[in-house]
């Protein structure tokens, strides 16, 4: 069982920036995939960003240049860079992780990311 906590949500002006976080129970090392989605009201979970554990990037059309998701190892954590940010980038963040041993998905609580215009 893997538990993921994201911090670093909140409201912030368009054009600004913001850092999630996402503390792993365990090392981020063990996952295969780890990363980022997010969901707007009344919309599906989309992906945002991943990282592989050898360390390929993946990032959605809509925030390529924008957001830069990296990790530390040391402390577990997965983090999301996000900057420039647009009020349609508004939406509940949700912290995902796929481990290499096993082929279950894992997600966060979720972490609200409100952007004003």
């Known amino acids: 069982q893997v538990h993921l906590v994201e911090s670093g949500g909140g409201l912030v002006q368009a054009g600004g920036s913001l850092r999630l976080s996402c503390l792993a129970s365990?090392?981020?090392?063990?996952?295969?995939?780890a990363g980022w989605y997010r969901q707007a009201p009344g919309k599906q979970r989309d992906l945002v960003a991943t990282l592989t554990k050898v360390g390929f990037t993946n990032y959605s059309d809509s925030v390529k240049g924008r957001f830069t998701i990296s990790r530390d190892n040391a402390k577990n954590t997965v983090y999301l860079q996000m900057s420039s940010l647009k009020p349609e980038d508004t939406a509940v963040y949700y912290c995902?992780?796929?481990?290499?041993?096993?082929?279950?998905?894992?997600w966060g609580q979720g972490t609200q990311v409100t952007v004003s215009s």
């Open positions: 365990e090392s981020i090392l063990n996952m295969h995939t």
């Open positions: 995902y992780a796929k481990p290499s041993y096993s082929g279950r998905d894992y």
